[in-house]
């Protein structure tokens, strides 16, 4: 890369050859002022802010059309330069509404930047009134308020040459020039992929995201990919989405990897908050994010990810770790890779946790579980199974340095006055760990459910392939704010089970310890208060069901007691401060144990939390993270897709075509972070030249 060498304003710099002018003086630090160009597109020339003048040619040029030369002697600050400037700003401003004030890019806008750089005054901008300029219709994905559009073509530009979309184009219609989607036609109707480049690169409020779209609550830079933003882990979802595209699923597998244990079980059960958050969600269904997934994991065939697992050497130091779940065992993994030696004590005849004892095995197969726990304990974990912990006093005069607790959260809980022993009631997450055991379960001809989540319907669709006649569901929302995914609710009702949406248990009636029948009403609406649970119902709605067993479904907790010897809060659940350590030194706390039950994700990254907690708790730099696939530079060039707007989810891939056509539906969301940050005049990059030595 041949460097020469030029001065701007009586500065030395370098510049690359066959850099141009413009682009030059940034990277040196010398503002000169721009609207039109931008350093992902081809200089375009058409807003003559970027003018200079250049000893030995004539007149004033256009510095982003301007190849730097060796020798060449640059002046940005003349007379004439400031008043061409001034000069073409004033007409660009002529035809822009003064209501700076309204635009939600206010105080974030490079034209108001430039007009302060140039000292040109508000009073410039016009009431406007143009007619063509509103044809551009705002839709789910981008707000147009083209009135403040400049005409600097960048949004055109980008659509075009960047991305190769060309969904956008500068349009005539009644002696106006504007820019619009081609033929005025609506986002949808044209090959738009949706991707934010054009929102990303508008100098002005013109075009801009949709609010709501992406969070608030995040840095930009995460909340511009809301499915990685989402994910408990913050795995880089749009990355792998496109290697499974191109059929690389070790690589794809790779990028899973690096934050998640389990991927394999994770592409059964995961409850995919990604798919929620996903963008496309705006426009028609999410991305089967979860299905991909699996597809990418059940095709890996070279597992190239082992080859760049970061290992240290071992330091002398023991961890116990207490739970074999994925919380668990995650920490336990990613601590032995930091040179620990972990010991893992597990209850339970298999580890695994709520995979391998509260999934139904249709659901999620033992062998997969056994298999991703195998893999694991190569890093050199010690797992004591059918080893239960009852004190941490236990695991003293063992040498441990540091000990975790993270044994979940495998104990039923009910409402308070249904906290009774009836002899056919029994909590969900003992009934799915005693199916899942294989145990007989007598359960007679109608089973009712309590509860309206993944877990109740788990119970549901175990029982009636037990042979139950009735089963049903019971639960105090509505079907469309059920907790469960629709896959399984959709799966119960083609089963044959009934689903009892808003109604809530009154009573029951029962006869020597065994209820008989439950009387159910109406509710209108619940909320969660001071006191609990209250309810608005509707009065003489009540109706009562025979009924052989009641599993409740309505929550679980943690079985700590005092007697285990750490702090305890909500009775049952471990005390940690930010750093997750409980109020004895060196012991720490993760996973449904310390926030109640929420997803198998969430244990994961829990996990991962605890293994950096400890890590620098014992000395250690605290850093987990490694890159098991070398990113290459994205394409930004992303094409055209025919009738990429309609293309439907597929839930279920049957073979690599349904892979492909679910993969395509991608927004590829995280391209839009690599499209270049425009720097403003005040920024610190334009505090000091970067000048060089003659």
Request: overall charge neutral; aromatic content about 6%; charged content about 25%.
């Amino acid at each position: 890369m041949k460097k020469i060498r030029l001065k701007i304003n009586g500065y030395n710099i370098e510049a690359i050859e066959g850099q141009n002018l413009l682009q030059a003086a940034l990277d040196a630090g010398i503002y000169i002022p721009h609207l039109c160009y931008h350093p992902d597109l081809k200089p375009h020339g058409g807003c003559n802010l970027c003018s200079v003048e250049i000893k030995g040619i004539s007149g004033i040029v256009q510095s982003c059309e301007t190849i730097v030369e060796e020798g060449m002697i640059v002046n940005t600050k003349s007379e004439d330069v400031n008043k061409l400037r001034i000069l073409s700003l004033e007409l660009m401003l002529a035809s822009h509404p003064k209501d700076c004030t309204s635009c939600d890019k206010y105080l974030n806008c490079e034209l108001q930047a430039l007009m302060q750089y140039m000292g040109v005054s508000h009073s410039r901008l016009r009431d406007i009134e143009k007619e063509n300029t509103r044809i551009a219709v705002s839709d789910s994905f981008i707000k147009k308020e083209m009135q403040r559009c400049i005409q600097c073509m960048r949004c055109v530009r980008a659509c075009e040459e960047y991305r190769g979309v060309k969904a956008l184009a500068v349009n005539k219609k009644n002696g106006e020039t504007y820019i619009n989607t081609v033929d005025d036609k609506l986002m949808i109707d044209t090959n738009c992929r949706f991707c934010g480049a054009c929102v990303e690169i508008c100098p002005t409020g013109a075009i801009q995201d949709v609010k709501g779209i992406f969070s608030t609550d995040s840095p930009k830079n995460m909340a511009l990919v809301p499915c990685k933003n989402d994910c408990p882990a913050h795995t880089d979802i749009p990355e792998y989405i496109r290697l499974t595209k191109e059929e690389k699923y070790g690589d794809a597998v790779a990028v899973i990897r690096e934050k998640l244990t389990f991927p394999h079980s994770l592409g059964y059960v995961c409850n995919h908050v990604c798919e929620s958050a996903c963008k496309r969600t705006h426009l028609n269904e999410p991305i089967s994010i979860r299905e991909i997934k699996r597809f990418a994991v059940e095709n890996d065939k070279k597992q190239s990810w082992r080859l760049r697992v970061k290992r240290n050497n071992p330091n002398g130091k023991k961890v116990a770790v207490v739970g074999g779940g994925p919380s668990g065992m995650t920490a336990a993994y990613y601590l032995a890779k930091k040179g620990y030696e972990v010991d893992v004590y597990e209850r339970q005849s298999s580890a695994g946790g709520m995979l391998s004892y509260g999934i139904p095995k249709y659901r999620l197969p033992q062998n997969i579980v056994d298999n991703e726990i195998r893999i694991l304990k190569e890093e050199g974990i010690n797992l004591y199974l059918n080893s239960n912990i009852n004190s941490i006093d236990e695991l003293n005069d063992k040498g441990y340095s540091a000990r975790l607790i993270a044994i979940g959260a495998c104990n039923g809980k009910r409402p308070p006055i249904y906290n009774k022993q009836w002899l056919n009631a029994i909590d969900a997450v003992d009934f799915c760990r005693e199916a899942n055991e294989g145990r007989k379960i007598k359960l007679g001809n109608t089973v009712t459910v309590y509860g309206g989540g993944n877990v109740a319907f788990d119970c549901a669709r175990t029982a009636k392939m037990m042979g139950v006649k009735t089963v049903r569901v019971v639960c105090l929302e509505s079907r469309e704010s059920m907790l469960a995914d629709k896959e399984e609710i959709t799966a119960a009702i083609d089963e044959g089970i009934e689903i009892l949406n808003s109604k809530s248990l009154v009573s029951i009636e029962e006869n020597q310890k065994k209820i008989i029948s439950l009387t159910l009403i109406d509710v209108k609406g619940f909320s969660f208060g001071d006191k609990g649970l209250e309810l608005e119902v509707v009065e003489g709605s009540e109706k009562t069901f025979s009924n052989d067993t009641l599993i409740f479904a309505t929550g679980q907790q943690p079985e700590l007691t005092s007697n285990f010897g750490i702090g305890l809060v909500k009775g049952s659940f471990a005390k940690v401060n930010e750093k997750m350590q409980t109020n004895i030194e060196g012991t720490f706390a993760c996973g449904d144990v310390i926030y109640g039950t929420k997803s198998v994700v969430q244990a994961i990254a829990s996990g991962r939390e605890a293994a950096v907690n400890i890590d620098a708790y014992l000395g250690g730099d605290g850093d987990i993270t490694e890159v098991l696939y070398e990113r290459q530079k994205k394409n930004p060039n992303i094409g055209v897709i025919e009738g990429f707007a309609e293309k439907k989810r597929v839930s279920v891939f049957n073979n690599r075509c349904d892979s492909l056509h679910e993969t395509e539906r991608c927004l590829q969301c995280d391209l839009r972070l690599d499209i270049q940050k425009t720097k403003y005049w005040v920024d610190a990059h334009y505090k000091k030249v970067k000048e060089v030595k003659e």
